[in-house]
C-alpha cells in the first residue's frame, strides 16, 4: 500500500441500504478527512479526525458517520443511503490539522444511489 | 465564514503559453493558509502550491507560482509554459488553522496544441 486506498472504486446503492465506503492510510499521518465532490460545488467536508479515538463534524455531515478506531482506517458510513447521497467521495489524511498542511488524497469512490 | 470563488469555470491556453487562474477568498482572519489542488481527468487531487498567510514571498513550485495579493484577497495560481498534461481541473482551497478546509468550485483548463 502506498499512500492513502479507498474501497469500493465505485458502487450503484438501493436507496435505503447501509454502505461503508472504507479508507486506509499507510503515511501515519494524524488528520483524515472525508470529503464528497459534486459538480460545481468543489469539495465539501463530511466528516473529519485529527487523530485516533476522536471525530468531528465537517460542513455536510446529515446522514453520514464516521469511526477512527487506528490510525490508518477512517471508515465512512452511510447508514441509510438517499439519492442525494449520489457523488464521489474522498478521503484525505494530513500530517496535522494546522493550516500548513497540504492534504493527500485517494482516488475516490463513485457511489450512486438510485 | 469562509469563501473562495475562483470566477472563471473554463479556460484555454495555448501550448507553452503562461495561465492565470483566479481565486479570492474571504476570511477574517488574520493567520491562514492557501493552497491548489489540480485534479486530472483520472479523479485524483494532486497538491500543487501552499501559500502561508505571513509568507511575505510569494510561493513556487516549479512551473507553478502563487500570486499571492493580501490586500485584495486573492491568490491567483500562475502555469508557465503550458503544457498538454496540465489539461485539468484546477481548485483553490483555504485553511484558518482547523480542521476545515474550504475549496473553491474550481476551473477547468483546456491545453491547446
Known amino acids: 500500500i502506498a499512500g492513502i486506498t479507498q474501497a469500493p472504486t465505485s458502487q450503484i446503492l438501493a436507496a435505503g441500504r447501509r454502505m461503508t465506503l472504507r479508507c486506509t492510510q499507510d503515511?501515519?499521518?494524524?488528520?483524515m478527512y472525508w470529503y464528497r465532490q459534486d459538480l460545481g460545488l468543489g469539495l465539501r467536508l463530511i466528516h473529519y479526525?485529527?487523530?485516533?479515538?476522536?471525530?468531528g463534524k465537517g460542513e455536510v455531515p446529515d446522514g453520514y458517520s464516521v469511526s477512527r478506531a487506528n490510525t490508518d482506517d477512517f471508515p465512512l458510513t452511510l447508514a441509510s443511503a438517499v439519492p442525494s447521497q449520489t457523488s464521489v467521495y474522498f478521503c484525505?489524511?494530513?500530517?496535522?490539522?494546522?493550516?500548513?498542511?497540504?492534504?493527500?488524497f485517494g482516488p475516490g469512490t463513485r457511489l450512486t444511489v438510485l | 465564514a469562509q469563501k473562495i470563488t475562483q470566477t472563471q469555470p473554463g479556460m484555454f491556453v495555448q501550448e507553452k503559453e503562461a495561465v492565470t487562474l483566479d481565486c479570492t477568498y474571504d476570511t477574517s482572519d488574520q493567520s491562514y493558509g492557501l493552497f491548489w489542488y489540480k485534479q486530472p481527468s483520472s479523479g485524483e487531487m494532486i497538491f500543487l502550491i501552499y501559500q502561508g498567510s505571513y509568507d511575505e514571498q510569494n510561493a513556487t513550485e516549479g512551473r507553478y507560482s502563487l500570486n499571492f495579493q493580501k490586500a485584495r484577497k486573492s491568490a491567483n495560481l500562475v502555469i508557465s509554459a503550458s503544457q498538454l498534461g496540465d489539461s485539468a481541473m484546477y481548485f483553490c482551497?483555504?485553511?484558518?488553522?482547523?480542521?476545515?478546509?474550504?475549496f473553491g468550485a474550481g476551473t477547468r483548463l483546456f491545453v491547446k496544441a
Open positions: 484525505a489524511s494530513s500530517e496535522g490539522l494546522a493550516g500548513g498542511y497540504e492534504q493527500f
Open positions: 482551497a483555504s485553511n484558518t488553522g482547523g480542521f476545515k478546509t474550504i
Open positions: 503515511m501515519r499521518h494524524n488528520a
Open positions: 479526525s485529527n487523530t485516533a479515538g476522536t471525530t
